[in-house]
């Protein structure tokens, strides 16, 4: 079993449809919480980062942590084509900790 | 800006010559990474450095070699490329606190 699992879609929808992404993890221990952005043949770029449980708001993105659940998710509301990319979750037991990466899930918003 | 550059953005090489790619950031952050990420998967983790400290993945290959001659430069040595080591490769650093800044990536192709 893959430490974190992540839906690799494609998932298509209609511009400014919400967009649901979610991530399922197996280690208990994780307690930074982050969503990647990554645009094809480039880096990923951080869009949020979360620490612990509850839920962070930064204009159209939402990202929450259900620790009990060990899932995360991030929410895109009016989502724009300007938003089709891939996106990755990742998460780390400490400050200092690795990384782990989701598959990440590929974006498609149609105009 | 501060940022974190790849050089080159694509590199094309042939199967068993030696290939160097570059990374260097503004940043003065004290830990660098480099991943590997092939497509659809998610960046997979090949070492870190902390400081001068060299940080080796047990399942990364001995092909792959890495030197960090001052925080701002760092380079990803692979000895001996083969087909499977055509990827994206990504280099980010980070502190201890917030999430990761990456590179925009070398796309290393074998031939």
């Known amino acids: 079993q893959k430490e974190v699992e992540q839906d690799p879609g494609p998932l298509s929808v209609p511009e400014g449809a919400i967009v649901s992404l979610n991530c399922t993890y197996s280690n208990s221990a994780f307690q930074y919480f982050m969503w990647y952005r990554q645009y094809s043949r480039k880096g990923p770029e951080l869009l949020m980062y979360?620490?612990?449980?509850g839920n962070k708001e930064d204009g159209r993105f939402t990202a929450q942590v259900d620790k009990s659940s060990k899932y995360i998710s991030l929410f895109i509301r009016d989502s724009q084509p300007s938003d089709s990319a891939t996106y990755l979750c990742?998460?780390?037991?400490?400050?200092?900790?690795?990384?782990?990466f989701g598959q990440g899930t590929e974006l498609s918003v149609k105009p | 800006d501060a940022m974190v550059i790849q050089n080159p953005r694509y590199q094309v090489t042939q199967f068993g010559k030696p290939v160097t790619l570059s990374c260097s950031q503004t940043?003065?952050?004290?830990?660098m990474y480099w991943y590997q990420q092939k497509s659809s998967q998610a960046p997979k983790l090949l070492f870190h450095y902390y400081d001068k400290d060299f940080n080796n993945e047990a399942d990364t290959p001995d092909n792959f070699q890495s030197r960090r001659p001052n925080t701002s430069f760092c380079f990803l040595d692979i000895r001996s490329p083969g087909l499977g080591d055509a990827a994206m490769y990504l280099c980010a650093t980070s502190t201890t606190d917030r999430g990761y800044t990456f590179g925009s990536g070398t796309r290393l192709t074998v031939v």
């Open positions: 940043l003065n952050h004290n830990v």
């Open positions: 990742a998460m780390r037991e400490n400050q200092g900790g690795k990384l782990i």
């Open positions: 979360t620490y612990s449980s």
